[in-house]
């Protein structure tokens, strides 16, 4: 098989944030020292030598980048700094692009402008959205008497509008998972068509690898980053379900009393992901730690949405039970347009992506190693009667 070089490819990594990856001259300790490589697997190293060749075709065809969890111990030791781990960082920046094929992920990854337009261009929608329901209703579903969210803004319609905009995102993550399905797996080794079955008997991977990241846990000895990441995806997948599914329960004019579920479940999922953005948002400033010196736009979207957003919720539902009718339509309104600028912008890239491309990754990965081990069975089985 030909692979075509690109030899702008090295330059072009440079807009998705790699700082020094022409330094490398492929000794392989960044290989050897990282925990998660294989002889299947050689990364970072295989990977910068991809790019330094200019082998676009044989970048895009891998998982090794999702197989990296960003521990920075082969950019610590680098003797060249050449800065390996954010080099697979900006890879997968730049293989995110590349599966949308609408050309967004490019665009918001190298502007940063594009990026500030687009979120705020979601945010007015909903805002817009709310205007025109009180302009046709004469403004007279603003009660002030009392706080009542539900006539202010009626959970029937916001929630038709939270669903029909999921479908759309949702759409747009299939597509662009398709896509990557069609790059990794259409040029598999194998003469033969993969079967079906073994599409399906490694599903319970996927399911493992996206509830748990459990890869995670061989990158190194601290497994306090996995545990907190863990914590962090328990609270937005609850939000998410209580957003998304349920809420014609949740965005409620009822005080509920304390023991009710609903009341522990928001403020479970409030605390940890205010402590964890949070925290990942001062870990960027500092930019102590390895995994924090480099960072682009992009990866601040998701912990600043995420912290502002849940700053907003929770000082609705203090306003709310405080009895402040106009306080609580005011930063109502402001949470829910934080919220959809945050999906509509986010879901295309920066970190929310690897919630879904790692694990599929891991999925893909395992599924070519079934298809080659069932094959070599038979091989080995007409070799043993010659």
């Given amino acids: 098989m030909s692979y075509r070089v690109d030899t702008n490819l090295l330059k072009e990594l440079k807009e998705y944030g790699d700082v020094n ?21 050689p990364f970072p190293r295989n990977m910068i030598r991809l790019v330094q060749m200019g082998l676009k075709d044989r970048l895009l065809q891998s998982v090794d980048p999702w197989l990296c969890y960003y521990c920075g111990e082969c950019s610590e030791t680098c003797p060249k700094k050449a800065e390996p781990a954010e080099a697979m960082m900006s890879i997968r920046r730049w293989m995110i692009a590349e599966y949308d094929q609408s050309g967004h992920g490019a665009k918001f990854y190298k502007s940063e402008s594009a990026v500030l337009k687009a979120s705020l261009l ?7 959205l709310l205007l025109i329901y009180h302009v046709v209703t004469g403004f007279t ?10 006539t202010f803004a009626p959970v029937l319609w916001v929630w038709a509008i939270v669903l029909i905009d999921f479908a759309l995102l949702g759409k747009r993550l299939i597509t662009n998972a398709l896509h990557m399905f069609r790059l990794v797996m259409s040029p598999n080794e194998s003469a033969e068509k ?9 599903l319970k991977t996927l399911v493992i690898h996206t509830l748990t990241q459990k890869r995670w846990l061989d990158c190194g000895e601290d497994h306090k980053r996995w ?7 328990s609270g937005y997948g609850i939000m998410l379900v209580l957003v998304v599914g349920l809420l014609f ?3 409620t004019d009822n005080i509920y009393p304390l023991y009710h579920p609903l009341r522990w479940l928001g403020y479970y ?13 001062v870990s960027r400033f500092r930019k102590r730690e390895e995994i924090h010196r480099f960072s682009q736009p992009s990866d601040w979207l998701f912990p600043v949405f995420l912290f502002v957003g849940t700053l907003t919720g929770i000082l609705v539902h203090i306003f709310r039970y405080a009895g402040w009718p106009l306080p609580t339509y005011i930063i109502y309104t402001i949470h829910v347009m934080i919220m959809i600028a ?21 999925y893909l990965d395992a599924v070519k190693a079934r298809a080659l081990e069932q094959q070599s069975v038979p091989d080995l089985a007409s070799a043993g009667a010659d």
């Avoid at 579903?141 to 969210?149: K, L, P």
Wanted: proline share 4%; aromatic share 12%.
């Fill in 342 to 362: 945050m999906l509509d912008t986010e879901v295309g890239i920066g970190k929310w992506t690897h919630f879904i491309y790692r694990p599929f990754a891991v």
């Fill in 141 to 150: 579903n603003i009660v002030t008497d009392r706080v009542a969210v539900n």
């Fill in 269 to 281: 999922a409030t605390v940890v992901l205010l402590i964890f953005s949070g925290e990942a948002i």
């Fill in 249 to 251: 329960w949740f965005q």
């Fill in 21 to 41: 990856i022409e330094a490398c001259f492929n000794c392989g300790n960044c290989t050897a020292i990282c925990p998660l490589t294989d002889d299947s697997h």
């Fill in 194 to 202: 993969i079967p079906l079955a073994v599409y399906i008997q490694e």
């Fill in 122 to 128: 979601y945010a007015l929608i909903p805002l817009v």
């Fill in 227 to 233: 545990f907190k990441h863990l914590l962090l995806i």
